[in-house]
């Protein structure tokens, strides 16, 4: 077994690396620069973690927010791995621990923010620590153009080039542009050896609904999953308060989050969220990067995205632990209209805002589209994928119609009126309303008066919404939001392509969705009952519930009820430091039983060893008293039952040198017939 799988299990809990992650730590242990492009719960930060522990030296990560490295921090720190952070969140002590660990040479990582880096003291820290290898989380945040961007991630490529180490940057959420960014101010322009490891997140389920009684539906998909952690993501201030009320007010235990609160109540919500089990936080897109909660279970829009991007990097909060995840967003007409906006009153040059206006473009087309949802979001980032089976397009498949006659009278009617209103008036001349505003202006007079009376009020919406999102109209800034023809819409007007829309179901749901579980009826009482005795330590710890285990770790322990400590052992994510501090007080939840072990076989557990050391102790037993029963009684240590166990002796007189003459005589020919029937 190699080092690095080796601490894989010992350290981290895993028997196996996940896909794409073997090559890139190799790829870092060796010391080469590296760009490693991973989806959002994919394993990344291990890909620095882990390396950092078979190289020589100190790694330092260069992390976003603070939040995320204390977290960081905090896990590792319960896996047995000497590691740090230097932020302004520290107290006194926690920095004078810091300095003092990484004076004694034991420090393994340590954690900064990249404004740290703006003192022209660090470099000469870095160095004098004895600094090996920089790794950059959420490299992304070096693009200028980006949502993240942190004018201080454009000092790394400086520090790198003083220290002379290797870099490694990661990231979930970089398009090609970004990537060459990166590329440019992280390496300068020689690229590194880079790893594309996929943005399908097959875990997660993505869906999309047309904007009824918003409220209600966000309350709804929330009621279905009740009990479970997941955040609503909101476009303004007001909604996170308003929609976090509503929730608790049906019984879940919710709060909100924006820029806009005082520092320590931001905090309190993120302290809150870490810890407790079955909390909803209703934010804006303040609340984002940074969440290292991995057993986030589900994601709603309540407002439109800002981008494909955005979109993407928020779903990918949920699932991280790799169980299952649900999304669902919502979008109108009025979503629409305000990212148009947003984006045509903004200060970017043209050139960004017609890349916005792309960018806002693949958003609505996964949001409008007809097919699978997973093959159109991974064909935006350039891979392709069959039919997914687990998106709500593929559940339902859409009740779609030949659109082109409803959109070229549509088109015709924003002709006619010049390009000057919006879909409300529109909509009002193609059903043939008398309005006072038709008459005023003689749209009554028009040839596309009363044309499209074959559809209601509601359904010509839908069609207006559904052109803004295939971009065939949007909103033009300088006339207050007038929609305005695109070129896009000029061949179906012209008659020379045709368009399929969907059919909206705008009527409610004759009854709430099914409630989601995570584990069978049968298994749920002991997964309620893991997750308490997961919460009672966290809190004596005051660390986050997932340090101690993440949730996919509990329901792998509710559904296979490991008997023993071996069993215990080959859970995924329960590592030899945890099995030793945590694995007894499991599994007596589990079995009901509350048997003593001692430190030393707790240490053996789930090794070849730890079989050995049961049998060897079994025949110690009988020989206690001699082969009679009739001798003085006699024992071997546990911990020299353990070297046995562990060392194998082939002979007499290698068991003596462990045990000693007198043991080696009375235990010996039963220890060696063990020993060599495990060979």
């Known amino acids: ?96 621990a810091v300095w003092n660990a990484l004076e004694r040479g034991e420090l393994k990582l340590l954690y900064m923010a990249p404004e740290r880096l703006a003192g022209g003291s660090a470099v000469g820290m870095l160095r004098r620590v004895g600094v090996t290898l920089i790794a950059v989380d959420e490299a992304h945040c070096v693009s200028q153009w980006g949502h993240d961007f942190r004018p201080d991630y454009l000092r790394i490529g400086e520090l790198r080039r ?93 709060c909100h989050y924006h820029g806009g609160m005082d520092a320590e109540d931001r905090r309190i919500v993120e302290t809150r969220f870490a810890r407790e089990d079955g909390l909803i936080v209703v934010a804006t897109v303040a609340f984002g990067m940074g969440i290292d909660k991995p057993d986030i279970r589900w994601v709603a829009h309540a407002d439109l995205p800002k981008s494909i991007e955005a979109y993407y990097q928020e779903i990918g909060r949920a699932g991280r632990d790799g169980a299952a995840a649900e999304t669902l967003t919502l979008f109108g007409a009025d979503d629409i209209r305000l990212r148009r906006t947003q984006i045509d009153e903004g200060l970017a040059p043209p050139e960004r805002r017609s890349a916005d206006h792309a960018r806002l473009n693949a958003l609505l087309g996964l949001a409008e589209a007809l097919k699978c949802r997973r093959q159109t979001l991974l064909g935006y980032f350039g891979e392709s994928a069959g039919p997914c089976g687990h998106c709500d397009l593929c559940d339902s498949p859409p009740d779609v119609f030949d659109g082109t006659t409803a959109v ?108 989601k579980t995570l584990v069978s009826d049968e298994d749920a009482p002991l997964l309620s009952a893991l997750k308490a005795r997961r919460r009672a330590l966290a809190e004596a710890a005051r660390v986050p519930a997932y340090v101690i285990f993440p949730d996919r770790t509990l329901i792998e322990m509710a559904e296979t009820r490991p008997g023993d400590l071996d069993a215990m052992a080959r859970i995924s994510g329960v ?105």
Request: glycine share 8%; hydrophobic share 40%; with cysteine.
């Open 1 to 96: 077994m190699s080092d690095a799988d080796r601490l894989l299990r010992d350290i981290f809990g895993f028997d196996a690396f996940r896909p794409g992650q073997a090559e890139i730590v190799e790829a870092v242990r060796a010391g080469e620069n590296v760009l490693a492009i991973m989806p959002t719960g994919g394993g990344k930060s291990l890909c620095f973690q882990l390396p950092a522990l078979c190289r020589s030296g100190v790694t330092v990560v260069i992390s976003p927010l603070i939040a995320l490295m204390r977290d960081q921090v905090r896990a590792l720190q319960e896996a047995g791995v000497n590691a740090g952070a230097l932020t302004s969140g520290n107290t006194q002590e926690e920095t004078d």
């Open 575 to 679: 590592g030899a430091k945890k099995l030793e501090r945590y694995g007894a007080t499991f599994l007596e939840v589990i079995t009901g039983a509350n048997t003593p072990v001692h430190p030393v076989r707790r240490r053996l557990a789930g090794n070849d060893a730890g079989s050995l050391y049961d049998r060897l102790l079994a025949v110690q037993a009988d020989l206690a008293r001699g082969a009679e029963g009739i001798d003085k009684p006699l024992s071997c240590s546990a911990a020299q039952l353990a070297k046995v166990a562990q060392m194998r002796p082939e002979d007499a007189s290698g068991l003596e040198r462990l045990l000693g003459e007198r043991r080696a005589e009375r235990f010996g020919a039963a220890f060696l017939d063990i020993l060599r029937a495990a060979v």
């Open 162 to 254: 003083a220290l002379d180490v290797p870099l490694a940057a990661f990231t979930a959420t970089a398009d090609a542009e970004t990537r060459e960014e990166i590329v440019h101010k992280l390496f300068d322009g020689t690229p590194p050896r880079s790893f594309l490891r996929g943005f399908d997140r097959p875990n997660i389920h993505l869906a999309f609904a047309a904007k009824n009684s918003p409220r209600r539906q966000i309350l709804d998909f929330a009621a279905a999953r009740r009990g479970q952690s997941g955040i609503v993501y909101c476009g303004t201030r007001a909604k996170t308060e308003g929609l976090a009320r509503a929730l608790c007010e049906d019984g879940h235990s919710a």
């Open 408 to 515: 070229r009278k549509a088109l015709s009617a924003i002709l006619r009126t010049d390009e000057w209103f919006g879909a409300g008036h529109l909509i009002d001349i193609l059903t043939g309303a008398a309005t006072d505003k038709i008459r005023a202006r003689r749209h009554d007079e028009l040839p596309t008066y009363g044309c499209g009376t074959e559809y209601d009020k509601r359904q010509w919406q839908a069609v207006f919404r559904q052109m803004m999102g295939h971009d065939l109209v949007r909103p033009d800034p300088e006339r207050h939001g007038a929609l305005r023809m695109t070129e896009t819409a000029r061949p179906v007007l012209r008659g020379e392509t045709s368009i399929e829309l969907r059919r909206d179901t705008i009527r409610k749901a004759d009854r709430r969705p099914a409630v």
